[in-house]
């Protein structure tokens, strides 16, 4: 039979081809808009990302009635400035404090809690971070460059269920009279995740 | 399932090496299965929990060596061929032989804002309280089932203590395999690091965790 399909004949590499191969038949079939692809890829380039999450922490920092808010309720809390929807459907804030940081992983598979962060990076996803955050945590940080204090308590959280976590970094020195937007500058998606520490000015 | 996802305390995987200014896709086939793998989701045949199962139902060596788009795509295939609305032909040859089955269901770009934002929440009430109260004791039952199952391997026989109540949810287990959300009560237990691992101080470990995974000691 006829080779007429383009897939075999060029050069690309086995995974475009498989990924172009199987876009092509469900689109054949009406089960995927390409369009619709474009625009998930549109809103997680865009509009759902860590930057959501860093708005949420300047105003914890700067709200102290949100801040109660966001901890007895932290899913209505991060509705309330806009944020829902896919793996954001159930939150908890973590509030590092004295004494006390909080480290997110997903030892099962990817869990993250993508209305506040948008996609987890490829680090978040591979084995090494997945195995070794529970067993190893001060290793983990330290490979992030955040050494803590040996009395500090660190929190692990394996995110087994639905329930998506969000850290909340404690704020940094020398920020007194910030507003919300520039503090929200110093919240990078690693301190929200927890390998990291809310940037000093 | 004991399976190749379930990593916690595996060793030997080297550094975690996380890239600066890491690319949101690092090639365009993983933003086009991103965006494949969630609009086979809005068809409706499947579950999260079927769709984790069959990633982690991957072939060991493979999930372990697959990019993650890539372990997303693998088990694409394999539930749209057990949905029946692909075949491995399809595939190969990139066209396809029949019509599909729900295009009424398929996701179309005006509708993407809104399932998205929308989500698909968990939470179910139930009839029955929480059999487990705060602060108490429990151990983590010895299960290894060769279905899904959300405790990590690491945890197992293991005692912590409630530390929050979370209501009931979907029961993962259940509904990964069409046999209904069965929603059970979810408990965030909390286990200390050096009991878990027989070493380490100031490092605590907290898993949500089903009533059925329990039990009280």
Redesign the interface.
Known sequence: MPHD???HDNDL?E??A?????????V??????P???????E???ND?GPRNGASVVARAWTDPVFADFLATDATAAIASMGF???????MRALFNGAGVHNLV?C????CYPW?VL??P???Y????????S?????G?LA??GTILP??????????????RYLVIPERPAGTEGWDAERLAALVSR?AMIG?ALADVP | MNGPHDLGGRMGFGPIAPEADEPLFHAEWEARALGIVLCCGALGYWTIDESRHARESIAPADYLRFPYYRIWLTALIELLQRHGELTARELVDGHALTPGKRPEKCLHAQGVVGVLSKGSPTCRTVEVAPRLGIGARVRVRNLQPTGHIRVPGYLRGHVGVIESQCGAHVFPDSNAVHQGEQPQHLYTVAFDGAQVWGQGEGVSIRADLWESYLEAV
């Open positions: 399909h383009d897939h590499d995974m475009t498989l990924t172009r191969a199987l876009e092509t038949v469900l054949e079939k009406g089960l995927v808009d369009a619709a692809v474009d625009a998930i890829i809103t997680y380039s759902v829902t929807g896919r793996q954001g459907e159930h992983v030892t099962l598979c990817s209305t948008g996609l990076p490829v680090w996803k591979s084995p090494p971070y997945r195995s070794r529970v067993r190893d945590p001060r983990v490979e992030f040996d009395d500090t308590e660190i929190r692990v959280w394996d995110s087994t269920a639905e329930l690693d390998t």
